[in-house]
């Protein structure tokens, strides 16, 4: 889902992308909110409290959420720049900032107790959540080619009601694209608002520990990508010398049959697993000989 850039990717790729993280954004704003008062997956909010401190002249509340706004910009700044460093069109770019992500949420799990709900301890969590959404944000964002954002809903909304009084004014042979594009959005909702259902449910039951979540969402994406790849290259790479060798007549004759009838169910098994996303090669293990 994070792996296929440009004409490679798919809607069904968008469609992962948006639910899993939009579930592991949501969860995190509403576990970073419970937990310090802050929201962290967005600034829209921050510009405004940053005006009412200029004005009441609270110079050190500004300064900390001033802090805040430049922390999200410098999470996307870097993940841009740690993708154009990489290549863009490397199939990995994206591992280095969702190792980062998942560094920072792991360090608020296992420290969050030592929140003492000072403004520096504030300042230091609720801004490294912020650094971490500003990274899921603009990779997302990159990979995507800027059709998914999951880190808040006020865009999402506002191309969701769009698509929708478009969708009313087309004839019904032009609304295919437009059907697409809503559950698309509607998808970015649901799991959002999934993932901040849980992460308050969750924190009142967990606490800090609650982060553990997101950070297995994480982990889960990273395997799902980069473990498919494994997968697909060893068994391509096995059923060709499988193929090989009984082409040669070097494989069937020295296999008893229970062992070339275990393979071939576990070739049908990968196959099926996979659902076609890649082809696997079902070994010949009839010599022509038999």
């Known amino acids: ?42 600034v829209t909010g921050h510009a405004a409290l940053f005006a ?8 050190k509340a500004a300064r900390v959420v001033a802090l805040w706004m430049f922390l ?14 990489i ?3 490397q199939r990995f770019s994206y591992v280095v900032p969702i190792f980062i992500e998942i560094a920072i949420l792991l360090t608020v799990a296992l ?41 808040h809903l006020t865009g ?6 769009i698509e929708l009084a478009q969708f009313l004014q087309k004839k019904p042979d032009d609304r295919a694209a437009l059907v697409s594009r809503i559950k698309l959005r509607s998808a970015i909702i649901l799991f ?34 980069v473990f498919r790849i494994a997968v697909k290259r060893y068994t391509s790479n096995y059923s060709i010398r499988l193929r090989v060798k009984s082409d040669e007549g070097q494989f069937s004759d020295r296999c008893p049959s229970w062992f ?21 090669k079902r070994p010949n293990l009839d010599s022509s000989n038999n």
């Not at 009412?52 to 110079?59: T, Y």
């Not at 999402?156 to 009601?161: C, E, I, N, S």
């Open 192 to 225: 959002f608002m999934c993932g901040a259902l849980g992460g308050a449910y969750l924190f009142r039951l967990m606490r800090f520990y609650a982060f553990f979540i997101p950070v297995s969402l994480l982990i889960y994406i990273l395997i799902y990508d």
């Open 87 to 89: 290549g863009r069109n």
């Open 52 to 59: 009412e401190r200029i004005a009441l002249q609270d110079w």
């Open 260 to 280: 070339k009838m275990a393979l071939v169910s576990i070739f049908d098994l990968l196959k099926h697993i996979n659902h076609g996303n890649f082809k696997i």
């Open 156 to 161: 999402t909304f506002t191309d969701l009601g």
């Open 111 to 151: 420290l969050g107790y030592r929140y003492d709900h000072s403004l520096v301890a504030k300042e230091v969590f609720a801004g490294s959540l912020l650094f971490a959404m500003g990274l899921q944000n603009s990779l997302v964002s990159m990979v995507s080619g800027s059709v998914v954002r999951t880190t």
């Open 1 to 42: 889902m994070l792996r296929h850039l440009g004409t490679k990717r798919t809607y069904g790729h968008n469609v992962k992308l948006a639910s899993l993280l939009g579930l592991t954004a949501g969860f995190v704003n509403a576990a970073g909110f419970l937990g310090f008062a802050v929201l962290t997956t967005n």
């Open 72 to 85: 999200f910009l410098a999470g996307a700044f870097i993940c841009g720049l740690i993708v154009a460093r």
